[in-house]
Nanobody
Framework: QLAESGGDLVQPGESLRLSCVVSGLNFYHYTIAWFRQAVGKEREGVACIERWNGPTYYADSVKGRFSITRDNVKNTVYLQMNDLKPEDSAFYFC?????????????????WGQGTQVTVSS
């Protein structure tokens, strides 16, 4: 089970930190990714961190602004989002799987959370 939190309404340029708490899985063995979906748009991968303490990957649209980290003691993955823009507004989901080929292909992830809303507006 994955549970996201931290979504909020913020102004452009502000920051948010999303959390994804994972339960019922051997957390250390799972690659975790954040996806987002805005109204009327397709779901897109935002950031991914591989299992164990593996490398991280980012969509071009968020590189330099977002950072994904994992705490293998708390079974939690964080998405630190800085310098938020209106185009970052979306419903954000975390997803998990043990074996990933394409980090931003949602079809490869078996477990999904319910999501949390991020709105960036002045």
């Amino acid at each position: 089970q994955l549970a996201e939190s931290g979504g909020d309404l913020v102004q452009p340029g502000e920051s948010l930190r999303l959390s994804c708490v994972v339960s019922g899985l051997n957390f250390y063995h799972y690659t975790i990714a954040w996806f987002r979906q805005a109204v009327g748009k397709e779901r897109e991968g935002v950031a991914c961190i591989e299992r164990w303490n593996g490398p991280t990957y980012y969509a071009d649209s968020v590189k330099g602004r977002f950072s994904i980290t994992r705490d293998n003691v708390k079974n939690t993955v964080y998405l630190q989002m800085n310098d938020l823009k209106p185009e970052d507004s979306a419903f954000y989901f975390c997803a998990a799987d043990e074996h990933i080929g394409n980090h931003f292909d949602g079809a490869e992830y078996e477990y999904w959370g319910q999501g949390t809303q991020v709105t960036v507006s002045s």
